[in-house]
C-alpha cells in the first residue's frame, strides 16, 4: 500500500510548516512541500502531523479492574489488585485490544505492555495478547511480568518479623517460559516484540535478574522493569541490597541503552548518574504515581543529566485509563511546582519528543529493526508510524499554537488517522480493522461486576505496612 498525505501542519524547531508526505510499503519514501499524488490520497489540510506516541509502561489485563480499587499506597494497592476474580486468555485478548484502540485514540502507535500472567496459563497469556495487538494492528512489545518471590516480600521487614510467602515459580521454571516465548512470539519484523520484564527488584532474585540479561543478550531483548516507585521500595533495598536499588541493577548488568524503568520516583542524584551513563531509560508515568501518593518523579532533573524520559500510562487499575495525552499534559505541567525556574520546565514541544522519539529510544533493540534509529521522528527511510489531529475538532479551537492546544488542552476526538508500519489503522478517528461498538460490547459481556473489597488480605497486610511505614496503627 502507498498514500500521499498532502498539505499538512508540522511542527518545525521554532514553528510550523505545510508539507507533503509520502508513504510506500512500511516507509516514509518522501517528504517536501509539492509532491505528486501516488497511492491513496490522505487530505492532510487542517490536520497536525506528528510521530506516533510511545505508551512505554502499561497493564493491559487490568482493564477489568479499572475504577473499582479504592485510593491506596501502591503495596496496599496491589493486595486489592491480587484479589479479583480468575481472568481468562479471553478476558486477556479483549484487554489487549481495549489498551491498543484507547492508545491509538490519544496519538499512540506502540505500546510497551507488563503483560501480568495467569498462573498456571503463561504462555496461554502472552498468546492472547499477542492476538489481541496483532488485530488492531498496533506496535506492540509485550514484556511478562514475572517475580520469583512472593508477593508480600515487595514490604520491607522493619524491626518486625514479616514473613512472606514463597514463590508460585522457581527461578528456573519462569526463565523457561520466558525462552519459549522468545522462540514463539518475538517477531519485531511484523510488530511484536518480547521483552525481558521483571517486575522490580522487589520481588525479584539476584538470579532471575541475571537470567533476564542473559536472555537479553542472547536474543537481543528490550529489558523493562518497575524502579523505586515507592518509598517503601527505597527503604526495602537498602534492607536487600544496604545500597541503591539502582546501583545494585547496575552491578548486575541490568541497566543498559535498551532497558527502560518504569516510575522512577524515589532517586537521588548519584541513581540519576548511574541511569545516565548506562543510557537507561525512564518512563514517566504522572497519573498512577499521583493515584498511588507515590510522589513527583524527578523528571527535570532526568532531562538536565541527559537521561532519556517517555511517557506511560501504566495499568487501567492505577490511572485508570489510557489516554496518553493526558498522561503527557500532567507529566508536562506537573514538574512546574518542583522547580521554581520557569526556565527549566518543560514546554509542549519537549514533551511531544519525549512521547515520541524519547519513547522510541527506550525501545533500542540495535539491529535491523533498531526502533530508536526508525521511529520517533518523520525523516525519508523512518517507519511510517504516524498520526494525523484534526485541527477543525472543537477541542482544538480556535486556532492558536497547534502543539500548545493538544498538549495543554483537553483534546478530545482528536485523532483523525494513524499509521503504523505503513498501514492505515485508524481512519476518520476509528480504527480500520474492528468495530468500536462491538469491542464495547465484548468488554460489557466479559465484566466481573463487583469484586469483593476490600480484600480478606488487606487488614493483615496492612496492619503491617503502617507499622514500617511510621504511621498510626
Not at 509502561?57 to 482493564?63: C, D, I, Q, Y
Not at 535498551?258 to 504522572?286: F, K, M, Q, Y
Not at 525501545?363 to 534509529?373: E, T, V
Not at 483534546?411 to 488517522?417: I, S
Request: charged residues 20%; proline residues 6%; hydrophobic residues 40%.
Amino acid at each position: 500500500m502507498s498514500f500521499t498525505i498532502k498539505q499538512a501542519v508540522s511542527p518545525t524547531a521554532t514553528g510550523y510548516e505545510i508539507l507533503d508526505l509520502y508513504i510506500e510499503g512500511e516507509e516514509i519514501q518522501a517528504i517536501a512541500p509539492e509532491l505528486p499524488p501516488r497511492g491513496t490520497v490522505i487530505d492532510g489540510s487542517r490536520h497536525l502531523l506528528l510521530p506516533g506516541f510511545v505508551n512505554a509502561h502499561t497493564h493491559s489485563p487490568e482493564v477489568w479492574q479499572r475504577g473499582a480499587i479504592a485510593p491506596y499506597p501502591l503495596e496496599l494497592w496491589l493486595t486489592e489488585l491480587y484479589a479479583i476474580a480468575s481472568l481468562t486468555p479471553d478476558h486477556i485478548y479483549l484487554s489487549a485490544i481495549a489498551t491498543a484502540v484507547e492508545t491509538l485514540l490519544s496519538g499512540g502507535t506502540t505500546v510497551v505492555d507488563h503483560l501480568i500472567l495467569l498462573p498456571g496459563q503463561e504462555l496461554e497469556t502472552i498468546a492472547a495478547a499477542v492476538r489481541g495487538y496483532q488485530a488492531v494492528g498496533i506496535r506492540a512489545f509485550i514484556g511478562p511480568l514475572i517475580y520469583d518471590q512472593h508477593p508480600d516480600a515487595g514490604i520491607p521487614k522493619g524491626d518486625t518479623d514479616w514473613q512472606p510467602g514463597e514463590g508460585d515459580l522457581n527461578t528456573g521454571q519462569i526463565l523457561e517460559i520466558l525462552e519459549t516465548a522468545v522462540q514463539r512470539f518475538h517477531r519485531p519484523e511484523a510488530g511484536i516484540s518480547i521483552m525481558v520484564a521483571p517486575t522490580g527488584m522487589q520481588l525479584c532474585s539476584d538470579p532471575l535478574f541475571r537470567g533476564c540479561v542473559d536472555l537479553s543478550d542472547r536474543h537481543n531483548l528490550c529489558r523493562h522493569t518497575h524502579l523505586l516507585e515507592t518509598k517503601a521500595q527505597q527503604q526495602l533495598a537498602q534492607e536487600k541490597y544496604g545500597c541503591s536499588a539502582v546501583a545494585h541493577l547496575e552491578k548486575l548488568g541490568f541497566l543498559s541503552p535498551r532497558t527502560s524503568l518504569a516510575h522512577c520516583v524515589w532517586l537521588d542524584d548519584a541513581d540519576i548518574e548511574i541511569l545516565a551513563a548506562t543510557g537507561s531509560t525512564v518512563v514517566h508515568n504522572p497519573l498512577s504515581n499521583l493515584r498511588l501518593g507515590s510522589g513527583i518523579a524527578p523528571v527535570l532533573k532526568y532531562a538536565a543529566a541527559g537521561v532519556n524520559v517517555s511517557f506511560g500510562c501504566d495499568g487501567s487499575a492505577s490511572n485508570d485509563g489510557q489516554d496518553l495525552l493526558e498522561a503527557i499534559k500532567i507529566g508536562m505541567m506537573l514538574h512546574n511546582i518542583t522547580d521554581a525556574d520557569y526556565r527549566h520546565w518543560l514546554t509542549p514541544r519537549m514533551a511531544v519528543e519525549m512521547a515520541a522519539l524519547g519513547g522510541a529510544r527506550g525501545l533500542n533493540l540495535g539491529d535491523k529493526y533498531a526502533i530508536a534509529d526508525r521511529l520517533g521522528t518523520l525523516h525519508i527511510g523512518q517507519q511510517a508510524d504516524l498520526v494525523l489531529y484534526d485541527l477543525q475538532t472543537l477541542s482544538l479551537l480556535p486556532k492558536t499554537d497547534p502543539l500548545g492546544l493538544l498538549v495543554m488542552g483537553r483534546p478530545t476526538n482528536a485523532v483523525a488517522h494513524s499509521w503504523v508500519r505503513g498501514e492505515q489503522i485508524m481512519a476518520g478517528g476509528k480504527p480500520t480493522r474492528l468495530e468500536l461498538a462491538q469491542l464495547c460490547a465484548d468488554l460489557d459481556r466479559h465484566s466481573l461486576g463487583a469484586i469483593q473489597r476490600p480484600s480478606p488480605d488487606l487488614m493483615a497486610v496492612e496492619a503491617h505496612y503502617r507499622q514500617v511505614m511510621g504511621l498510626p496503627i
